[in-house]
């Protein structure tokens, strides 16, 4: 059984910091495509970024120099390291993981967490 748990979200203030975690169990880990999403209230769920079995990332461009998506294979764990944060990364973050980039960044993969909350106030 995959399981997908994040942790790590909070409450900030703008310009703050938080780092992201998601904990995965039951799968071969390296060899999944890793990403981070957020559904903002009343908006759809957007891609934060992603990473793949190579180390390769991307980033949406409203996060792009802020965040650092990474993972550690040994820990079996993905990070989203969020800095600058801004009133509008209000959000409920969700890793996700899938052995295909295209379902992955379509945001169908097979596997989600139950997503973290992460508030930034002005």
């Known amino acids: 059984q995959v399981q997908l748990v994040e942790s790590g979200g909070g409450s900030v203030q703008a310009g703050g910091s938080l780092r992201l975690s998601c904990a995965r169990s039951?799968?071969?880990?390296?060899?999944?495509?890793m990403g981070w999403f957020r559904r903002a209230p009343g908006k759809e769920r957007e891609r934060v970024a992603d990473?793949?079995?190579?180390?390769?990332?991307t980033y949406a461009d409203s996060v792009k120099g802020r965040f650092t998506i990474s993972k550690d294979n040994t820990q079996n764990t993905l990070y989203l390291q969020m800095n600058s944060l801004k009133p509008e990364d209000t959000a409920m973050y969700y890793c996700?993981?899938?052995?295909?980039?295209?379902?992955?960044?379509?945001?169908?993969?097979?596997?989600w967490g139950q997503g973290t909350q992460v508030t930034v106030s002005s």
């Open positions: 996700a993981a899938d052995p295909l980039l295209s379902k992955l960044r379509a945001g169908t993969s097979r596997y």
């Open positions: 039951g799968y071969t880990y390296s060899n999944y495509y």
């Open positions: 990473i793949g079995s190579d180390g390769r990332t």
